[in-house]
């Protein structure tokens, strides 16, 4: 049970983090072209 937890804890965690990790970073390239990987200058 106690594993059952920290295995759901740990998949929840690496799910938010994967989705605000590309959400946020396209998010971020579509505000702001000045980015380093833009492509734009």
Known sequence: MFQEIIAYLI???AVVYLFKKFF???KK???NCGGDDC???
Do not use: A, R
């Open 11 to 13: 998949l929840g965690i």
């Open 24 to 26: 946020l970073k396209k």
């Open 29 to 31: 390239k579509d505000k």
């Open 39 to 41: 492509g734009c200058h």
